[in-house]
């Protein structure tokens, strides 16, 4: 059984930075898809970014260029790194892991951005 815990969550000033991580524990297979995504108050829970073993990468439009993605296969771990942020990256996020047709969730991490 896949377990998925987030940290780095918190309270920034807009223009500032986080980084989420988010470790999979209690398997000893590989996830092939870790990623993040997040939920506002209000809003659909939205792909943030998401990142395959081989390193290949997706991100919203409303992040790319702002937020990285990374992974550490060995760990079966995953990070995102949050820069320039702006209030409307308020949300809770949460971490995310596949293998094969199984889909694994975190409990969810909450960022607030203040203007």
């Known amino acids: 059984q896949v377990q998925l815990v987030e940290s780095g969550g918190g309270l920034v000033q807009a223009g500032g930075s986080l980084r989420l991580s988010c470790a999979a524990s209690?398997?000893?297979?590989?996830?092939?898809?870790m990623g993040w995504y997040r939920q506002a108050p209000g809003k659909e829970r939205e792909l943030v970014a998401d990142i395959t073993k081989s390193g290949d990468t997706n991100y919203a439009d409303s992040v790319k260029g702002r937020f990285t993605i990374s992974r550490d296969n060995a760990k079966n771990s995953v990070a995102l790194q949050m820069n320039s942020l702006k209030p409307e990256d308020t949300a809770v996020y949460y971490c995310?892991?596949?293998?094969?047709?199984?889909?694994?969730w975190g409990q969810g991490t909450q960022v607030t951005v203040s203007s």
């Open positions: 209690g398997s000893i297979f590989s996830l092939y898809t």
């Open positions: 995310r892991g596949t293998w094969g047709l199984y889909v694994y």
